[in-house]
């Protein structure tokens, strides 16, 4: 995940999850399994209308919508996900390094099940993407390792809602605001001292 601190916003970037590749053992109110998105699946949920960028899942903390503030795209390697950032939360969040990863929420529409070598295994082949979010420090234990859980949004028998996130990778953070004071300052002087020595040494030949 990619941070651009600026001033008065934070521009943050990287892949959400990844498609055609088999997740670590998840569990879910069934027992464990292993997961895969299917190539195309978020491409077509992303058809289905628009969506929020929350913080931690929060529906309450809305910092972002598509097709305003967050970009969403699904290429050939997964959710790819782009975002300018106002709220202020978020800005000291990431200006104290506090900011861990994406996630997002959805509901399996179509998936095909199967079980190999005592693991049940699932594809993902249509879903409904309900959200997108930035989780921070707090959050991190529960997706560790592409974990997964669980909510009952209205009670016995609703339908749940999961979420997943990519495994941590490094989170490189970028503060624009320095780099444009920086280039405002006057370069440093070439050190010239070599080519000088050279052309002394090449005028000494000449001279003999």
């Known amino acids: 995940m990619e941070i651009k601190l600026r001033s008065d ?30 190539p195309g699946a978020f491409a077509r ?10 913080l931690n899942h929060d529906k309450t903390r809305v910092i972002g919508e598509e097709g305003k503030n967050l970009e969403l795209k ?11 950032v106002t709220d202020p939360e978020v800005i000291d969040k990431a200006r104290n390094g506090e900011l861990s990863g994406w996630s997002f929420g959805f509901l399996p529409l179509k998936q095909d099940k199967n079980a ?15 959200e997108v979010s930035i989780i921070d420090k707090r ?11 669980t ?7 609703a339908e749940q809602l999961e979420y997943r996130a990519m495994d941590f990778d490094s989170v ?9 004071e920086e280039e405002g300052e006057a ?7 070599k080519l000088i020595a050279k052309m002394e040494e090449l005028n000494k030949l000449r001279a003999e």
């Open 187 to 193: 370069p440093e002087a070439p050190d010239l001292s």
């Open 9 to 38: 916003s934070v521009e943050i970037a990287g892949y959400v999850n990844a498609v055609g590749r088999e997740s670590r053992v998840l569990r879910d109110r069934d027992g464990y399994f292993t997961e895969t998105i299917q």
């Open 45 to 54: 949920a992303l058809m289905r209308g628009k969506r929020n960028m929350l």
């Open 139 to 149: 959050m991190r234990p529960c997706y560790k390792a592409t974990s997964v859980f």
């Open 172 to 180: 490189e953070t970028i503060d624009e605001s320095e780099r444009a």
């Open 74 to 84: 699904e290429d050939a390697i997964g959710l790819y996900a782009r975002a300018t």
């Open 116 to 130: 190999a070598d005592g693991m049940q295994h699932r594809t993902i082949e249509e879903m409904e993407l309900s």
């Open 151 to 157: 909510r009952a949004d209205d009670g016995d028998g």
